[in-house]
């Protein structure tokens, strides 16, 4: 059971332009909502993260735009530069006793100079 | 602060083979994870540790899967025999533990298995 479906699956966008890549959850016990970055041959690392008491958390050129209601969540990344060229995955987890973490599939993300 | 150290980096092994891999999470960090990778899909669980005990292993194939964490830190995972479809990236993670950021994972560079 995929619980969090990502889109797209890949994307390309100029340098300079805005990135965005969206999420949807079905559990609505999930309570925290990481984004990770991943470079070939490396772990993902967390890039921003947010809790559904808020609608969005921007952490420098990174914005999660969040919609309970509806059960989805963004990424949107302004200004976009070669160098964010990485996957990315959304995640979804219920914290308390369970502490799994619940990945999306991913987007490649190829940023053109 | 050094990271989590997974080794090997990279293993080729015939099927039908044993293979292990080793991870030494960042000090302190009570919670280890193992996570599958397959190519162009994201992580998913095998097993998750709080410091000895393993709290979650539903998803690891216990017929040629097994793992262990001894003395709370350094854990192996290990597959015998392992098959073609084993193929993948095995990602060590950790985390400190209970929290608000239960879901911030720090993870290893993984170790990228291929079985022939």
């Known amino acids: 059971q995929q619980q969090v479906k990502q889109s797209p699956q890949s994307l390309i966008v100029q340098k300079g332009g805005i990135s965005i890549i969206n999420c949807a959850y079905e559990n609505t016990a999930f309570d925290y909502f990481p984004w990770y970055q991943q470079f070939p041959g490396k772990g993902p690392a967390l890039l921003i993260a947010i809790r559904p008491d808020v609608s969005e958390k921007k952490e420098g050129r990174f914005t999660i735009s969040f919609n309970k209601s509806a059960k989805q969540f963004s990424l949107h990344i302004m200004d976009s530069q070669p160098g964010d060229s990485a996957t990315y995955f959304c995640a979804a987890v219920r914290s308390g006793s369970a502490r799994q973490l619940t990945f999306g599939s991913g987007t490649q993300l190829t940023v053109l100079p | 602060e050094a990271g989590v150290v997974q080794s090997p980096r990279y293993k080729i092994i015939e099927k039908k083979q044993p293979v292990a891999f080793w991870c030494n999470p960042i000090?302190?960090?009570?919670?280890l994870y193992w996570y599958l990778q397959n190519l162009g899909q994201g992580p998913e669980l095998l097993i998750r540790y709080e410091n000895e005990e393993a709290v979650d292993d539903s998803q690891l194939p216990k017929d040629r899967f097994s793992a262990e964490r001894l003395k709370g830190v350094d854990s192996t995972l290990k597959i015998q025999p392992a098959e073609l479809g084993d193929s993948a990236v095995y990602l060590c993670a950790s985390s400190p533990g209970a929290g608000k950021k239960a879901g911030e994972l720090f993870f290893g560079e993984g170790s990228r298995l291929t079985v022939l």
């Open positions: 000090s302190g960090h009570n919670t």
